[in-house]
Structure formats: C-alpha cells, structure tokens
C-alpha cells in the first residue's frame, strides 16, 4: 500500500498539489489524469520513492513497480533478456548455474568437482525456488506479448532502440508484479506513466488484459482512452489551475459523466449566485445614498460577497499550445535523398537497400513493425548516425527538422531558455520569448530544467524548437506521443498546414490522416509504395 499524507508539490514557486491525502490500496486501479504540465508525472516519481514532496509525507507497505517516461536502463551492455529476469534475480541465478555446469564438465579433480555438483544443486534449488523454468517461460510470454521477439531477447541493450528499451523495461515491471504465479495475488503496486507508448495495437490490448487482472494496485497516466475505459475503477484529476487533486471513485465513463454534471452545476450555481450578487448589490447602492439606509446597505453588500465566496472556484479553461509548424525556407526540387542505405547492429541486420527522394513539399510515411528500423532511418536522414552502406544527400537549400521520441534534440541538464536559444541562435530573445509563450511556457518555467519537465512539456519545447527552425524538411518520430488530446489535436492541425516535406514515424492513425500521405516505405525491405487505404490498418499494428 501507499499512503501520502499533506503532500505539497511544487514546481518553482508553483503549486501542483497541496496539503492532499492519498492512498493506493490492493485492488485500486486508478486513473491519474489532467493536462500536460498539471503534474502527474512529479506526483507519480513522489508516490514511487524517485522524488521528495515539497511538504508532507509517503509510506510504501510492499513492491512497487515503477515505469517512468524516460526509464534508466543502467548498465546497456546487459542483455535484453538478463534486464526482463533480473526482476527477481534469475540472471544472475542462471549466469551461476552455466558457470557451475561448465566446471563439472572440465574439472578433473573429483573433490572440485564434486564441489562444483553440489554447488550446481543449491543454484538449481535457488532457481526453482523462484519459479525456475516456469518463470524464465513466463518472462518470455511476457516479451513476446509487448512485441519484442524471441531474436531480440539475447541482443545488448544498447543495440534497442529507445522503444524497444522501454518496452524491456515495462515487460521487467510485469515480470516482477506476476511473480505470484497463475492464480496467485501479486502485491505489487505499479505505477506506470504512458505504458502504452511504443506498443502496437496487440501489445496494447494485451496489456488492458493484465493491468484488469492484476490485484495488487495500479495508477496509471496514459492518453489511450480505451485502456483507462477498460482499465481504471478510480479516477485522480489533478486540476493545474486549482493545484488540487479531484477523486472519483468510479469508472472511466461514470467519471466523465459526473465531471460534465460537475461542471454544469458549478456554472448554474455561479451564474444563480451572480445574479442574485448583482441584485443585492444594486440594492446596496440605491440605499447608500440615503444616510439613514447605509447600514442596511453595508450588509446588504457584505450578503453579496458572501454568496460569491461561498461558491467552488471557477475551474478556468485550460490553455491550449498555439502549435504552428514553420513556414519552410526556399529549396530545390529534392531536397533531400538517400540511396541503398543499410544498417546493422552486430550481427543482428536491421534493414537493407532503402532508397528515398524527398521532394519538396512531399508527405512520407514510415511503416514497419516494431524493431524494424523506423526510428533508425530517421537518424540516418538526420545525419546523427551513419549508415553501413550508402548515403544522404542534401539537396540545394536542405533545412532539416528532426523531432526524435525520446527527446534526443533537448539538452536535458539545461532549462528551457537555454534549450531553445541552442536550437534557435539567430532568433532574437523576445521573439523566443513569444514563441516559448505560444507553447505555454512562460515566467519562472523558462529557467527550469528540461530533466524536469513531464514528458508533454518536453514534446512542446521540442516542436518549439523546430517552428524556429524554418525547416522544409520534417522528420517527426512519434509527434502525437505523450500529449493530452487538445495539445495532441494542435499538432494534427499544424501537420495538415504545414506546406514543407514530411517523413513520419507514427503509430497514431490520427497523424497519419492529418499528413495526408502520398507514399509509404516498408521496413525492413524498403519498399516504396503510393499511398492508399490498404496501409491504413497497418498503422496502429507497426
């Protein structure tokens, strides 16, 4: 269990959260939810033990798993495998066990062997302790359902890409929080922020299947509707402009209804309350000006301010980012192209004869399952990895803008100024001022660190550094990732609008029809296709 008592949060002089009681109890799967930059990602790092409270207090009572937004996955040269089993320490267990199998087979000596028997047999009996080859089964299945296949289990971390790294990182959390076995109650809590973030639609459905079974507490910060409808029997909303947190005990969709209900009788009761204010005070001011009436008329006004004070406070509407993509510098006709470009890591080829010839103002989209390469070939064009085989070339008046997933472009240990004077040099200081305001960044937040923002925050400083750029060539990995839906519904705007080439990565189908693609390119072959409705299905499942 967790139990957080006056906890205030804050970031800078801002209150996100103050003198507030919480308690995650087995059986809870709860919903945090609230706008980019409310603070659902400070409160769960607080409820996780990864980050202190302003004020006030939190209290583990058992596991919990946590799933950050940017996991750290420490040491990258273990395997994808070792990662998922060290959740219950059956790396090291199995790593032990070679070692000892290896010495009975070459030791000479009976007596050394014979120790290296007996020590094989405490590891083993170590191993089955903890669920031994059923589990090591069981960590698979978990793998292979978030979409990473049996050829990427034995590869180093650091030959993953960012999301096939996070996806390791979640299928360890699952490992861990299953370890009771089929039928048993796990009593570990998770706390997971954006889970469904890389996973295509199978994982994502099979994920909705665990998190409903699992019974011992979840809070979880997800976008994905239909995975909080399925999922959540309660609901958090952090309210950004009140620096409150509302609690609904209840589904998703009941919560909807008594948030609209919620706020149609805060409007009716406001709007009742100011029209008898507005009354008793024009009252007040008639009798004001008779000497003998003033009394009467003082508390006639004071009844008015009470009636205003007595009301909840106006839940003002959330701001919105004004997202606009740049007005594309002047280029050729091809800006940009690449031929027979290749690209392995070790051993391990992850695809081969990719050519592509962005024209000017031309919409590509990207297709491939996951670990297919997407997110590589972006790098590539990009020119922030080098091929094996081939080459980019940049055409007459090539700008490039890169949006990466996993906020590469973003020097995370610098603030936000700091961030987008590197990205915008030329740009002069109020015109970045204005912009960073566009994007809802403004006072004290321009002096935070960008390690500190919540995974949204980071998505908006990043797209303001590319409207600064004047690119007129995008190359967008996952824009829509992280954004809550009107920041999201921003973005698609300002994709439909923008007249530059695009080459998007995406599982969002939104994105996909807001870009109105005219070509596609499946990895890991490279084949080039026109664009038609066939490959609209495909989106979601890449």
């Known amino acids: 269990m967790i139990t957080a008592t006056g906890l205030e949060l ?45 004020a006030g207090e939190v209290h583990h009572t058992g596991e919990i798993g946590y799933l950050p937004q940017d996991p750290r996955e420490g040491d990258l040269s273990v395997t994808a495998k070792d ?17 000892a199998q290896n010495a009975m087979a070459e030791l000479v000596d009976d007596a050394a062997r014979d120790r290296a028997i007996r020590r094989y047999g405490r590891l083993e009996e170590r191993f089955a302790a903890l669920g031994g080859y059923a589990a090591e089964s069981e960590a698979a299945r978990i793998c292979a359902n978030l979409g990473l296949e049996d050829r990427v289990l034995p590869q180093p971390l650091r030959t993953l890409s960012g999301g ?21 109650r796990s009593g570990t809590i998770l706390l997971l922020d954006e889970p469904t973030n890389h996973l295509d639609a199978d994982s994502i459905a099979w994920l909705r299947g665990f998190l409903k079974a699992h019974t011992g507490g979840l809070v979880v910060i997800s976008h994905d509707v239909g995975l909080l409808d ?19 005990n209840m589904n998703w969709k009941r919560y909807l209804d ?11 009761e406001r709007a009742n309350a100011e029209k008898k204010a507005a009354a008793l005070q024009q009252q007040a001011a008639k009798l004001g000006a008779k000497a003998t009436k003033a009394v009467a008329a003082k508390n006639m006004a004071r009844r008015a301010e009470q009636l205003l004070a007595g009301l909840d406070e106006e839940r003002k509407a959330d701001k919105v980012a004004n997202i606009r993509f740049p007005a594309p510098a002047p280029c050729g006709r091809t800006p940009l192209t690449a031929e027979n470009l290749s690209k392995s890591y070790g051993s391990l080829e992850i695809f081969t004869g990719v050519d592509l010839a962005v024209d000017r103002g031309s919409r590509v989209v990207v297709l491939g399952l996951n670990g297919a390469g997407k997110t590589t070939l972006l790098r590539l064009l990009a020119g922030l990895e080098k091929p094996d085989t081939g080459r980019v070339v940049a055409g007459h008046g090539l700008r490039l803008g890169y949006y990466a997933q996993e906020h ?14 590197h990205l915008a040099p030329d740009t002069g200081a109020q015109e970045l001022r204005n912009l960073l305001g566009s994007f809802l960044f403004s006072g004290e937040q321009l002096e935070q660190p960008a390690k500190t923002l919540s995974g949204g925050e980071k998505t908006r400083l990043a797209l303001a550094g590319l409207v600064s750029s004047a690119a007129n060539v995008l190359l967008l990995d996952e824009p829509t990732n992280n954004l809550d839906p009107a920041s999201r519904d921003q973005v698609l705007d300002a994709l439909n609008r923008y007249e530059g080439a695009v080459v998007l990565v995406t599982h969002d189908p939104g994105a996909v029809e807001a870009l109105e693609p005219e070509r596609v390119i499946l990895l890991p072959d490279g084949t080039e296709d026109l664009w038609s409705d066939d490959y609209r299905e495909l989106v979601e499942l890449a």
Do not use: C
């Not at 996806?167 to 076995?181: D, H, P, T, Y």
């Not at 999922?231 to 909303?237: A, Q, T």
């Not at 008594?258 to 009716?268: Q, S, V």
């Open 10 to 54: 804050r970031a800078g002089s801002r209150i996100l959260l103050s003198d507030t009681t919480l308690r995650v109890q087995p059986g809870d799967r709860i919903g945090l939810v609230g706008r980019n930059g409310a603070g659902k990602t400070t409160t769960l790092r607080v409820l996780a033990g990864e980050g202190e409270p302003y």
């Open 83 to 99: 990662r998922v089993l060290s959740a219950r320490g059956l790396d090291v267990l199995l790593r032990d066990m070679e070692k």
């Open 164 to 184: 096939q790294r996070r996806r390791v990182e979640l299928a360890r959390i699952l490992f861990a929080a299953s370890e009771a076995g089929a039928g048993g």
């Open 230 to 248: 399925e999922v959540v029997n309660k609901v958090w909303f952090l309210d950004a402009t009140r620096g409150e947190l509302d609690s609904y």
């Open 258 to 268: 008594a948030r609209a209900t919620d706020e149609k009788r805060r409007r009716r």
């Open 408 to 421: 590469e472009t973003l020097d995370h240990e610098a603030t936000v100024w700091e961030n987008i004077r």
